[in-house]
Nanobody, 119 residues
Framework: QVQLVESGGGLVQAGGSRTLSCAAS????????MGWFRQAPGKEREFVAS????????TYADSVNGRFTISRDYAKNTVDLQMTSLKPEDTAVYYC????????????WGQGTQVTVSS
């Protein structure tokens, strides 16, 4: 059974940095696509970034491109989201998700971690 567990959320001041981690277990993810999404209060969930579990093929939303970096931590076996130059509008619950390369819909989701950016 696939399990995704996010960690690293919290309160950070505008302009600061935060790194989120997603620990994945339950199957071999070698060719899976790992994604980060977020949902702000009153808004729909939106795509943030994605990459192949095996590395590479990174994609970013325009709103975070240049500020956020998605990467694999091979030692911890996680997919991380490094967030810099944070803005109050980055405040949201951040979710880790994954999908097989043969489908477009993300089928597995974590429980989410709250990131709050204060101005």
């Amino acid at each position: 059974q696939v399990q995704l567990v996010e960690s690293g959320g919290g309160l950070v001041q505008a302009g600061g940095s935060r790194t989120l981690s997603c620990a994945a277990s339950g199957r071999t993810f070698s060719n899976y696509v790992m994604g980060w999404f977020r949902q702000a209060p009153g808004k729909e969930r939106e795509f943030v970034a994605s990459m192949m579990w095996s590395g590479g093929s990174t994609t970013y939303a325009d709103s975070v491109n240049g500020r956020f970096t998605i990467s694999r931590d091979y030692a911890k076996n996680t997919v991380d989201l490094q967030m810099t130059s944070l803005k109050p509008e980055d405040t949201a619950v951040y979710y880790c998700a994954c999908r097989s390369p043969w489908v477009s819909k993300y089928g597995y989701w974590g429980q989410g971690t709250q990131v709050t950016v204060s101005s």
